[in-house]
């Protein structure tokens, strides 16, 4: 039985219970929107790679680097579409 | 045509180049995926202010429902990990308990996103009422419709691993769907944190 909850896993969905309780903090604490920000970027970053890397093993067969390369290439896209957008609509510098 | 590298340190989901190819065509699907959700958020992030005479996020979001949902996908999560580890394993018994689990999880992942879904709709909060509860709706149903096809996905995975065991094939397929699990729990961290936490701060 033992052998069927290898203990990486177990510290692993620990730690993303406890990245949930951290990022919850924003809610039950009356903080400044840029550190309540900052704290779920953090959060939820760490959690994504938490997932990636020993979840869904990204780095162990030898396709690794294109893995990873496809991966960081969508995340890059994804963030600069995200800030892009948020400049020219929200923040108003173009 | 299937060619066989005979390489026996690998997990049996790599063990043929056709199984090695197919995971790798996944990863590239999950790129294209990110990007999908990238552009979601975009849309979101300019809409959210734009709630015209319906309510903002902070009015009708509960925390509760949606807590739960966050436990319930990271615990699916979690689950499937094992189930792959049992698979590696060559524990088919065990690795059927793990995704029969997981599947249950999912549906009640979903049963809570109905019960959102139509709360929201009794509060006046639905796809037409504005721009905010039109992209809203739109993020959440995106990432509800993959679950639901997930869910779909894993059944049919089962079967097949009753039917035929753990092949190189359907072993293929089982991690491959685990993939696309896992994925959706990390879309659903930065639902979470991003469009829940962020409106109720």
């Given at each position: 039985?033992?052998?069927?909850?290898?203990?990486?896993?177990?510290?692993?969905?620990?730690?993303?219970?406890?990245?949930?309780?951290?990022?919850?903090?924003?809610?039950?604490?009356?903080?400044?929107?840029?550190?309540?920000?900052?704290?779920?970027?953090?959060?939820?970053?760490?959690?994504?790679?938490?997932?990636?890397?020993?979840?869904?093993?990204?780095?162990?067969?030898?396709?690794?680097?294109?893995?990873?390369?496809?991966?960081?290439?969508?995340?890059?896209?994804?963030?600069?579409?995200?800030?892009?957008?948020?400049?020219?609509?929200?923040?108003?510098?173009? | 045509?299937?060619?066989?590298?005979?390489?026996?340190?690998?997990?049996?989901?790599?063990?043929?180049?056709?199984?090695?190819?197919?995971?790798?065509?996944?990863?590239?699907?999950?790129?294209?995926?990110?990007?999908?959700?990238?552009?979601?958020?975009?849309?979101?992030?300019?809409?959210?202010?734009?709630?015209?005479?319906?309510?903002?996020?902070?009015?009708?979001?509960?925390?509760?429902p949606?807590?739960?949902?966050?436990?319930?996908?990271?615990?699916?999560?979690?689950?499937?990990?094992?189930?792959?580890?049992?698979?590696?394993?060559?524990?088919?018994?065990?690795?059927?308990?793990?995704?029969?689990?997981?599947?249950?999880?999912?549906a009640a992942f979903l049963g809570f996103e109905i019960y959102e879904f139509i709360h929201y709709?009794?509060?006046?909060?639905?796809?037409?009422?504005?721009?905010?509860?039109?992209?809203?709706?739109?993020?959440?149903?995106?990432?509800g419709?993959?679950?639901t096809?997930?869910?779909?996905?894993?059944?049919?995975?089962?079967?097949?691993?009753?039917?035929?065991?753990?092949?190189?094939?359907?072993?293929?397929?089982?991690?491959?769907?685990?993939?696309?699990?896992?994925?959706?729990?990390?879309?659903?961290?930065?639902?979470?944190?991003?469009?829940?936490?962020?409106?109720?701060?």
């Amino acid at each position: 039985m033992k052998e069927l909850f290898p203990a990486k896993h177990v510290m692993g969905f620990i730690f993303s219970l406890v990245l949930t309780g951290v990022a919850l903090s924003v809610y039950f604490f009356d903080m400044s929107f840029f550190m309540g920000m900052t704290i779920l970027l953090v959060t939820a970053f760490a959690q994504a790679a938490l997932q990636l890397v020993l979840f869904m093993h990204a780095g162990e067969s030898e396709d690794k680097n294109t893995i990873y390369t496809s991966v960081y290439y969508g995340i890059i896209i994804a963030v600069i579409t995200v800030l892009g957008t948020m400049l020219a609509m929200i923040w108003g510098y173009v | 045509m299937l060619k066989m590298n005979n390489n026996n340190t690998q997990p049996l989901e790599y063990s043929t180049e056709q199984g090695r190819m197919n995971i790798l065509g996944f990863w590239i699907f999950i790129g294209a995926e990110i990007m999908l959700f990238g552009t979601l958020f975009a849309s979101y992030f300019t809409l959210e202010t734009r709630t015209g005479s319906g309510p903002a996020g902070a009015e009708i979001f509960e925390l509760p429902p949606v807590l739960a949902e966050t436990l319930l996908l990271l615990t699916s999560s979690f689950i499937i990990g094992l189930g792959i580890h049992a698979m590696r394993l060559g524990r088919k018994k065990a690795m059927m308990t793990f995704f029969i689990i997981t599947l249950i999880l999912g549906a009640a992942f979903l049963g809570f996103e109905i019960y959102e879904f139509i709360h929201y709709v009794h509060e006046g909060a639905s796809l037409q009422t504005s721009a905010f509860t039109s992209i809203l709706l739109t993020t959440l149903g995106t990432h509800g419709l993959h679950v639901t096809f997930g869910l779909a996905w894993g059944i049919v995975i089962l079967i097949q691993v009753i039917k035929r065991g753990l092949t190189p094939q359907t072993a293929n397929k089982s991690f491959i769907f685990s993939l696309y699990w896992h994925f959706l729990d990390v879309v659903w961290i930065f639902i979470f944190s991003f469009i829940y936490l962020k409106g109720m701060m």
